[in-house]
């Protein structure tokens, strides 16, 4: 395919009332380069505004926690508080300014909050007191969640959207993927609730309504408002295609300005029948397929996905709108422009055995393809 060929690919696309310019976006990826608080650094402006001036049409950043108990990592950005909002403001400015759409994943991390040896004895917040593996070979019990903890969660996500529009940014993301907060609210293996919160459909997707309901109060008409759905759990009992294909039709457009699809939990991507599922080439395109089907709204699609051809053909069938690189893009900031110019030749690969950006999250995400040079700075940001 020559790079002309690469027509959809670069054509625009109406997320809400705002325009993307064309259909690659950078897809939410912890790189860490935050403060211990939770701060936005230069380091995390530049990560970010590098990878916008790349030329793709939206940047959707790491999960940003809404406060202290839905935080992970020890370098995850958070956004509770007005005196944040400076930092991520630059951020914002330095995405835009790139001609990207700036968008923040926001999370309530639940019962995967960290540091991990304080929540062993502080409260992990989940629907249900029921125990999970944290990692292989540590097993951790959350607490069930009381209605005042639900009612702080829900306000504390509308608080972080108003603060991210505060910010600049062009909308916010929700997290409700991955076993974090909202999606164990959605599944049967982690709710076992018998209150409103909890039993039949309408009780495990309730907290996800009311996030969507609280966060749409809280900001302007033209903010983007996009979900990160679980599409399958991949486990026996869990949340289903068929329940997240069931939630996008009953969503509808109200409120809602994109979905993005994703498959598993950290708990079930690490069963024997779903190991390695990272490493395999479109490996949650069938289950966005699913969901693009069964929604008018804007559906990202995601996951070992870097070939153009490929995503010219996935656009070309309709299957999805837009596509979403995360390791390519760390690895190569450039990715799309040197795809439409035709030398995709000197793309850097993004194709590890280990995944050094999954290892080094801790301490600053780094990425095994970059030149030695940007390794010893730390990041990818400008001049390189
Ligand atoms: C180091 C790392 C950190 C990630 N962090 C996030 C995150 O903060 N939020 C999220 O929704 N997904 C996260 N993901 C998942 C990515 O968004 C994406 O779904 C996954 O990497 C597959 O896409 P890719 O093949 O384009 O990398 C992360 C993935 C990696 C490798
Ligand atoms: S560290 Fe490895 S897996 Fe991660 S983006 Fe770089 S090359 Fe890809």
């Known amino acids: 395919m020559t790079a002309a060929s690469f027509s959809r690919l670069s054509t625009p696309l109406r997320i809400g009332r705002s325009t993307m310019r064309n259909r690659v976006l950078l897809a939410p990826m912890s790189v860490g380069y935050a403060n211990r608080d939770g701060g936005a650094t230069r380091a995390m402006a530049e990560h970010y505004g590098?990878?916008?001036?790349?030329?793709?049409?939206?940047?959707?950043?790491?999960?940003?926690?809404?406060?202290?108990?839905?935080?992970?990592?020890?370098?995850?950005?958070?956004l509770a508080d007005p005196a944040a909002v400076p930092g991520f403001a630059a951020v914002a400015s330095e995405i835009r300014r790139h001609g990207a759409l700036a968008v923040m994943q926001i999370v309530h991390a639940g019962r995967y909050a960290g540091p991990w040896d304080v929540y062993e004895q502080a409260r992990r917040l989940a629907p249900s007191a029921v125990a999970f593996p944290l990692t292989p070979g540590r097993v951790a019990m959350p607490a069930e969640m009381t209605l005042a903890e639900i009612e702080a969660s829900v306000a504390a996500f509308a608080n972080t959207a108003k603060l991210a529009?505060?910010?600049?940014?062009?909308?916010?993301?929700?997290?409700a993927a991955q076993g974090f907060l909202i999606s164990s609210f959605l599944s049967p293996r982690m709710n076992r609730r018998a209150d409103r919160y909890g039993g039949d459909f309408a009780?495990?997707?309730?907290?996800?309504?009311?996030?969507?309901?609280?966060?749409?109060?809280?900001?302007?008409a033209d903010f983007i408002v996009g979900l990160h759905l679980t599409s399958d759990e991949l486990a026996a009992g869990g949340w289903t295609l068929a329940d997240a294909v069931r939630l996008v039709g009953e969503l509808g457009s109200a409120g809602l300005d994109f979905v993005m699809p994703i498959v598993a939990t950290f708990e079930?991507?690490?069963?024997?029948?779903?190991d390695g599922l990272m490493g395999h080439p479109v490996f949650q395109h069938a289950q966005a397929r699913a969901i693009k089907a069964a929604t008018t709204l804007p559906v990202f699609t995601n996951g070992g996905i870097s070939d153009p051809a490929l995503i010219e053909r996935i656009l070309a069938d309709e299957e999805a709108d837009a596509v979403g690189l995360a390791r390519p893009l760390f690895a190569d900031p450039d990715w799309l422009e040197k795809v439409?110019?035709?030398?995709?030749?000197?793309?850097?690969?993004c194709g590890c055995e280990t995944q050094l950006c999954l290892r080094t999250q801790l301490t600053g995400s780094q990425c095994q393809s970059w030149p030695e040079a940007v390794r010893a700075r730390g990041f990818l940001g400008y001049g390189a």
């Open 340 to 349: 439409r110019d035709g030398s995709d030749i000197a793309v850097r690969r």
């Open 203 to 220: 009780g495990r997707t309730r907290l996800l309504h009311e996030v969507l309901q609280a966060v749409r109060a809280a900001v302007a």
């Open 165 to 175: 529009q505060d910010a600049g940014f062009d909308g916010v993301e929700l997290h």
């Open 50 to 78: 590098r990878r916008a001036q790349g030329g793709i049409g939206m940047v959707i950043t790491e999960n940003v926690a809404v406060n202290v108990a839905g935080r992970q990592m020890p370098l995850q950005p958070m």
């Open 268 to 274: 079930t991507m690490r069963m024997p029948e779903n």
